[in-house]
């Protein structure tokens, strides 16, 4: 059974967009997903500590934003983040690190 994805929008301390996400990232609600970051027009950091899962199909998304993303991630998609290529092109931290 797949956990539902859920996005919440806010905004870190300095000012920079902040988009939360939990559950899953697949093929389903990456529409979803690509809304959100665009409807934020500038540098967003993404919150990916309580994803469960991430697909080819949420990667794509990441790529198509990723010169403009920070990616706090779970020490689960650090490995995938890193061996996509992603974490060449976009920041990537350990969400461990985070201090949004």
């Known amino acids: 059974m797949t956990t539902p994805l859920t996005l919440t929008s806010g905004r870190r301390p300095d000012g920079r967009d902040l988009l939360t996400a939990a559950g899953e990232i697949d093929m389903t609600n990456t529409a979803e997903l690509a809304a959100a970051l665009e409807a934020l027009p500038g540098p967003v950091t993404l919150d990916l500590t309580a994803v469960e899962y991430l697909d080819s199909a949420g990667l ?41």
């Open 60 to 100: 794509g998304i990441l790529f198509a934003h990723a010169d403009r993303l920070e990616l706090l991630a779970p020490d689960l998609l650090l490995p995938v983040l890193t061996h996509s290529g992603l974490a060449g092109i976009a920041t990537v931290r350990p969400a461990s690190a985070s201090t949004s």
